[in-house]
């Protein structure tokens, strides 16, 4: 039998919690609450068969073949055009999912050992990519408005041990759907830059907003202090497996370095279609629709929160976009837990605890409101307000 001498960094490695809860929801008669998964419904299925016989017949012998690193050149100015800011193409990298984007700038910047901060709580997916380098992740306070800056300034260290960058998600974060307040954004621009602390800004989720778009992105206040990973998963399609990183040319050269080493470049014919379907303001037009679709089902839960949890004491926020909401249970109580017995009664959630770096909050628990349907998302609240009160009842 062969011995396999695994590298140490693979002990760092743990299986995604969210992605083995996503199994137990293929149960036949499972309502899942649980996945960040976008609505089938928002898929633009006939502009990407038009795109798809666009792309084939204009140039199918250069869409099928290998292509630049860098990404699609077209489509990077695509990129660089609708952002807020003043961005070159030549910062636009073109990545396989911006989750790819998160391997990247763990490769490039962190050391094992190295301090890095985070949101109270993070995103689970950015733990994953960070943790094979070895890191030090350090949580930082964090409200409703976003993360708390003299915690910032207090956790940011200084000489060898200062933290190498802070990521942070602050439209509709995943987990908790909260959105870092104008306010927020200024200070903690300002207090990265005074410090000399890069940031990771995360923006997946910031075009789906309900009613007004949230403020300006915090890269478009400090261009050379950030990072920017964004995504085409939550507008599009995430089967496409598509993001972009734009990142200031003192560090762009080694992401893209990393990047040829991963894969080469993101599938080329993937790009050449999200390009084509963009053309003429497509996202102008589509977008809204996923917006005006989530926002309905978001009120279906909170309806169904407000019925089913009476009495109850869960609380719970209200996001102003993105997918998700997150609840705390009554004192004492467990999401992790909790869970099975609310799979018993037909409805997934993922436990709050996943998303904590350190000091997990056992009572928390996230709920996705934009894949079920508003009649699924009422009988799915129903079923998890019943198991809550049945696990009221045995500690009664």
Same mark, same amino acid.
């Given at each position: 039998?062969?011995?396999?001498? @695994?590298?140490?960094?693979?002990?760092?490695?743990?299986?995604?919690?969210?992605?083995?809860?996503?199994?137990?929801?293929?149960?036949?008669?499972?309502?899942?609450?649980?996945?960040?998964?976008?609505?089938?419904?928002?898929?633009?299925?006939?502009?990407?068969?038009?795109?798809?016989?666009?792309?084939?017949?204009?140039?199918?012998?250069s869409a099928l073949q290998y292509a630049a690193s860098e990404g699609y050149q077209p489509l990077r100015q695509a990129v660089a055009d609708f952002l807020?800011?003043? %961005?070159?193409?030549?910062?636009?990298?073109?990545?396989?999912?911006?989750? *790819?984007?998160?391997?990247? %700038?763990?490769?490039?910047?962190?050391?094992?050992?190295?301090?890095?901060?985070?949101?109270?709580?993070?995103?689970?997916?950015? =733990?994953?990519?960070?943790?094979?380098?070895?890191?030090?992740?350090?949580?930082?306070?964090?409200?409703?408005? #976003?993360? *708390?800056?003299?915690?910032?300034?207090?956790?940011?260290?200084? &000489?060898?041990?200062?933290?190498?960058?802070?990521?942070?998600?602050?439209?509709? *974060?995943?987990?908790?759907?909260?959105?870092?307040?104008?306010?927020?954004?200024?200070?903690?621009?300002?207090?990265?830059?005074?410090?000399?602390?890069?940031?990771?800004?995360?923006?997946?989720? $910031?075009?789906?907003?309900?009613? *007004?778009?949230?403020?300006?992105?915090?890269?478009?206040?400090?261009?050379?202090?950030? =990072?920017? @990973? &964004?995504?085409?998963?939550?507008?599009?399609?995430? $089967?496409?497996?598509? #993001?972009?990183?734009?990142?200031?040319?003192?560090?762009?050269?080694?992401?893209?370095?990393?990047?040829?080493?991963?894969?080469?470049?993101?599938? &080329?014919? /993937?790009? !050449?279609?999200?390009?084509?379907?963009?053309?003429?303001?497509?996202?102008?037009?589509?977008?809204?629709?996923?917006?005006?679709?989530?926002?309905?089902?978001?009120?279906?839960?909170?309806?169904?929160?407000? !019925?089913?949890?009476?009495?109850?004491?869960?609380?719970?926020?209200?996001?102003?976009?993105?997918?998700?909401?997150? %609840?705390? @249970?009554?004192?004492?109580?467990?999401?992790?837990?909790? @869970?099975?017995?609310?799979?018993?009664?037909?409805?997934?959630? %993922?436990? #709050?605890?996943?998303?904590?770096?350190? /000091?997990?909050?056992?009572?928390?628990?996230?709920?996705?409101?934009?894949?079920?349907?508003?009649?699924? =998302?009422?009988?799915?609240?129903?079923?998890?307000?019943?198991?809550?009160?049945?696990?009221?009842?045995?500690?009664?």
């Open positions: 039998m062969t011995n396999w001498t @695994l590298a140490a960094r693979a002990a760092k490695m743990n299986p995604s919690v969210i992605r083995e809860i996503l199994k137990v929801t293929e149960k036949p008669g499972i309502i899942s609450l649980a996945g960040g998964l976008p609505s089938p419904k928002t898929f633009p299925i006939d502009a990407f068969a038009k795109a798809c016989g666009a792309v084939l017949s204009q140039d199918g012998p807020p800011w003043d %961005v070159s193409v030549d910062q636009v990298l073109i990545t396989t999912g911006s989750q *790819q984007g998160l391997d990247l %700038v763990a490769k490039v910047l962190i050391d094992a050992g190295s301090r890095i901060l985070v949101e109270t709580p993070t995103y689970l997916g950015a =733990i994953q990519a960070f943790a094979p380098m070895e890191p030090d992740v350090v949580s930082v306070a964090s409200d409703d408005e #976003g993360m *708390q800056i003299d915690d910032l300034a207090h956790k940011t260290g200084s &000489g060898a041990g200062q933290a190498r960058f802070l990521y942070v998600l602050p439209n509709f *974060q995943n987990p908790t759907g909260r959105t870092m307040s104008e306010a927020r954004r200024a200070a903690l621009v300002a207090k990265a830059a005074e410090l000399n602390l890069p940031l990771i800004e995360d923006n997946p989720y $910031g075009d789906l907003w309900f009613d *007004q778009p949230p403020p300006a992105p915090l890269t478009a206040r400090n261009p050379e202090g950030c =990072i920017y @990973l &964004g995504s085409f998963s939550k507008v599009l399609a995430p $089967g496409l497996r598509l #993001g972009f990183i734009v990142a200031p040319k003192a560090v762009f050269p080694k992401l893209l370095q990393a990047k040829q080493a991963a894969d080469l470049h993101s599938p &080329g014919f /993937n790009q !050449r279609m999200v390009h084509e379907v963009m053309k003429g303001g497509f996202l102008g037009r589509h977008v809204p629709t996923i917006r005006a679709l989530y926002k309905q089902q978001r009120d279906a839960m909170l309806q169904a929160l407000t !019925r089913e949890m009476a009495g109850l004491d869960v609380q719970w926020n209200t996001p102003d976009g993105g997918m998700f909401l997150w %609840v705390r @249970l009554p004192e004492g109580m467990s999401a992790i837990d909790l @869970l099975p017995e609310a799979v018993d009664r037909n409805v997934a959630f %993922v436990p #709050g605890a996943a998303f904590y770096a350190d /000091n997990a909050d056992h009572r928390t628990l996230r709920l996705s409101f934009v894949t079920a349907s508003a009649e699924q =998302i009422s009988t799915g609240v129903g079923s998890l307000a019943a198991a809550i009160r049945a696990r009221v009842a045995q500690k009664a």
